[in-house]
C-alpha cells in the first residue's frame, strides 16, 4: 500500500512539473529544456533552508519560488532576441551551468554526495510525517497549480500567450508586450516547478544533483508532449486540456517504478510525427479525436 | 605552466574543431542540430576497437572505422531523417528525434561494448617531446596536423568542387536549390556521410591519445555545438577558431579557476555568445522580422 502511495505522490509531484512547463513551451511555444533547473533550485532552497535555518515549509517554498523567478527572468532574457532551435540551446546551456552549481559548489551544496536529513514537512504545527498526509499535500498543491495555470491560459491573458506561440510578430503588432508576456511566462512556471521541488525535497528527504539533470529537462517534455498542444488546439478551435500532462507523468512514474530503470530508456524512442510516445501518444490520440468532434 | 596548457589548449581546439565541422555541416545544410552526432562520434572509437580486437592492425582499422562511421551516419539520414523531411518536419522535431537517435546509439554501445574505459593505445607510455616550456607527444601533433589538413580539404571542397557547391547552395536556400537541379537529398546524404568521417577522425585521433567511454560522444558534441555556434554556422574557418576558442578557454581557465568548472566557462561563453552575437565570430547576421 506504501508503495502504490509512494507511486501516487510522485505522480503528483511530477504532474506539477508538467503543468508548468506546459504554461511556458505548451501554451507560449518556448521550448525550453532548463526546467529542471527550477525544480533544482526550489529543492535546493527547500534542503539549505531548512537544515540551516530551520524554516518551515512555506516559507522554504517562497524562498524557493523567489530563487526560480530570480532564474525565469535570467532564462527568459535570451528568447527576447534568439528563437527557434538558437533558444532551446541556449536554455540547454543555463540548464548545464545550474546543473554544474550543484554538482560542483561542494561548500554548500555537498556536491555529488548530495544532501541527507531533510526533515519532514510541517504545516502550521502539524507534521506531514506519513504516507497518507503527504499525498493530500501533493495532490493539495498539484491541483492548485492545475486551476492555477487553467485560470491563467484561458484568461485574455491566456489568449495572449497563445498568439506568441502562434505568431510572435502578429501579437507584438497587435500592441502587445511580447518581451515582457515572455519574462511573466518564465517566472510564474519556474516559480511553480520550484514548488514541485520543494515537495519533492521534503518528501524524499534527500536530495542530490542527479535528480536535476538535463534528462529530467526532457522527459518533462515527453510526458507533457507539449509539442502537440498547438496542433490540437488549432484542431479542435478549444483547449487542449490538462489530463494529458498529468496523464503522461502517471504512465512514466508508473513504468519507472514498475521495470526499475530510466524512464528514458522506456520512452525514449526516435519520434515520428504522429506518435512521438506509445504512451503519451495514445492518450493524445483520444484528445485529438475529442478535439475533432467538438 | 602556461606554454603547456597553451599546448594543450590546442589538442584540444584540434578536437573541437573536427567535431564542430562535420556538425556545422550537417546543421547548415539541413538546419537542425543533430544530437546523434555525438553518438555518431563515439561509434567511431568503437569501430576501431572492435576491428582492432579482431586482430587487425590500427592501420586497417582506423580507415574501416570512419568508412563504416561514415556509412552509419548516411544511414540515419536514410532511415529516420529523410523520411521525417518528407512528412514536413519541423527543425524542433527533428532535433527531439535525433536526441532519442543519441540515446538509443549510446546505449546500444553500452550494451555491446559494456560502461568501463577501452584503450587502443598501444606499446608504452613514453615522455613527450619537449616544445619550448611544454611537452608534446607524437600522436598530439599529429592531432593538431591532421586537423589542419582536414579543415582545409574542407575548405577546398566546399569553395572549389562540384558538390561542395551544391551543399552550399542547399544550405542557403533548399527551394532554389531545387529548382536548378540540385537533387537535395543527395546533397544531404552526402553532407551527413562526410560529417560523420570527420567526427570519426576526431574520436580516432583522441581515442589514440586517451580512453575511451560510451559517455565520450556527448561532452564532445557540446563542445562543438559551442564553437560552431561561437564561431559561425557554415563558415570552415569559424568552426577552428570557434574549436579553438573552446579548447583554450577550457584549458586556460584552470590556470586561474578550479578545474571542475571548466565546462562551466565553456555554457557561460555559449550563452555570451547566444546573447550579443548569435551569428559567431564569422557567420552572417541573419534577423527575423521585427514590427
Redesign the interface.
Known amino acids: 500500500m506504501d508503495y502504490l502511495l509512494h507511486i501516487l505522490i510522485l505522480i503528483a509531484i511530477y504532474s506539477i512539473l508538467v503543468i508548468s512547463l506546459d504554461l511556458i513551451a505548451g501554451y507560449t511555444g518556448l521550448l525550453s529544456i532548463a526546467h529542471a533547473a527550477f525544480y533544482g533550485i526550489g529543492a535546493y532552497a527547500t534542503a539549505l533552508l531548512s537544515l540551516h535555518f530551520q524554516t518551515n515549509f512555506l516559507i522554504n517554498m517562497i524562498f524557493g519560488a523567489v530563487g526560480a523567478a530570480a532564474l525565469g527572468v535570467i532564462v527568459a532574457f535570451p528568447s527576447l532576441r534568439i528563437h527557434d532551435d538558437y533558444f532551446v540551446i541556449a536554455t540547454f546551456g543555463f540548464q548545464m551551468i545550474v546543473y554544474s552549481i550543484f554538482n560542483n559548489w561542494i561548500g554548500l551544496t555537498r556536491g555529488p554526495l548530495g544532501i541527507p536529513g531533510i526533515p519532514v514537512a510541517s504545516l502550521f504545527g502539524f507534521n506531514i510525517d506519513n504516507h497518507w498526509k503527504f499525498l493530500i499535500l501533493a495532490v493539495l498543491f498539484a491541483g492548485l497549480s492545475y486551476l492555477f495555470v487553467r485560470k491563467l491560459v484561458n484568461s485574455p491573458y491566456g489568449r495572449v500567450l497563445k498568439a506568441i506561440r502562434e505568431d510572435e510578430i502578429f501579437a507584438q503588432s497587435l500592441g502587445k508586450n511580447v518581451n515582457s508576456y515572455k519574462i511573466q511566462v518564465f517566472v510564474i512556471g519556474g516559480a511553480l516547478a520550484s514548488i514541485a521541488g520543494n515537495l519533492y525535497a521534503h518528501y524524499v528527504t534527500f536530495i542530490d544533483p542527479t535528480s536535476f539533470t538535463i534528462l529530467e529537462s526532457m522527459s518533462s517534455h515527453f510526458d507533457g508532449d507539449h509539442r502537440r498542444r498547438g496542433q490540437l488546439e488549432r484542431a479542435g478551435g478549444g483547449s487542449g486540456g490538462f489530463g494529458r500532462p498529468a496523464g503522461g507523468a502517471a504512465v512514466r512514474r508508473t513504468s519507472e517504478q514498475r521495470r526499475g530503470e530510466s524512464a528514458t530508456d522506456i520512452l525514449w524512442k526516435p519520434p515520428s510525427l504522429d506518435d512521438a510516445l506509445p504512451a503519451a501518444g495514445t492518450y493524445g490520440r483520444i484528445q485529438s479525436s475529442k478535439a475533432l468532434n467538438e | 605552466m602556461l606554454p603547456q596548457l597553451l599546448v594543450n589548449g590546442l589538442i584540444a581546439g584540434g578536437i573541437y574543431s573536427l567535431v564542430a565541422l562535420g556538425f556545422g555541416l550537417i546543421y547548415s545544410t539541413t538546419r537542425?542540430?543533430h544530437f546523434a552526432h555525438g553518438a555518431v562520434y563515439a561509434v567511431g572509437a568503437y569501430l576501431t576497437y572492435a576491428c582492432w580486437l579482431s586482430g587487425m592492425s590500427l592501420y586497417a582499422a582506423i580507415p574501416l572505422a570512419v568508412i563504416g562511421t561514415s556509412i552509419l551516419g548516411a544511414l540515419l539520414d536514410i532511415g529516420?531523417y529523410r523520411p521525417?523531411r518528407q512528412?514536413g518536419?519541423s527543425?524542433?522535431?527533428l532535433?527531439?528525434?535525433s536526441?532519442?537517435?543519441f540515446?538509443?546509439i549510446q546505449?546500444l554501445i553500452s550494451l555491446v561494448f559494456g560502461d568501463d574505459t577501452k584503450t587502443i593505445r598501444s606499446g608504452t607510455v613514453t615522455e613527450g617531446l619537449p616544445l619550448f616550456d611544454a611537452r608534446i607527444t607524437p600522436i598530439q601533433i599529429t592531432i593538431i596536423v591532421v586537423g589542419a589538413l582536414l579543415m582545409l580539404l574542407c575548405w577546398v571542397l566546399m569553395k572549389k568542387t562540384k558538390i561542395g557547391k551544391a551543399m552550399r547552395a542547399v544550405a542557403n536556400d533548399p527551394e532554389l536549390a531545387r529548382v536548378i537541379g540540385i537533387e537535395s537529398d543527395r546533397v544531404i546524404l552526402f553532407t551527413f556521410a562526410l560529417g560523420s568521417a570527420l567526427a570519426a577522425v576526431a574520436v580516432i585521433l583522441i581515442s589514440l591519445d586517451t580512453d575511451m567511454t560510451p559517455m565520450k560522444g556527448f561532452y564532445a558534441l557540446?563542445m562543438g555545438?559551442v564553437a560552431v555556434?561561437a564561431g559561425g554556422v557554415g563558415s570552415i574557418p569559424g568552426a577552428a577558431l570557434g574549436g579553438l576558442l573552446v579548447g583554450m578557454a577550457q584549458h586556460l581557465g584552470v590556470w586561474k579557476i578550479p578545474t571542475?568548472?571548466r565546462?562551466?566557462i565553456v555554457?557561460?561563453i555559449?550563452?555570451f555568445f547566444?546573447?550579443f552575437r548569435?551569428q559567431g565570430f564569422l557567420g552572417k547576421a541573419v534577423k527575423?522580422?521585427?514590427?
Open positions: 537542425f542540430f529516420i521525417l512528412k518536419a527543425s524542433l522535431i532535433l527531439i528525434a536526441l532519442g537517435l540515446t538509443v546505449n557540446l555545438v555556434i571542475q568548472w565546462d562551466t555554457f557561460v555559449l550563452i547566444l546573447l548569435p527575423k522580422a521585427a514590427v
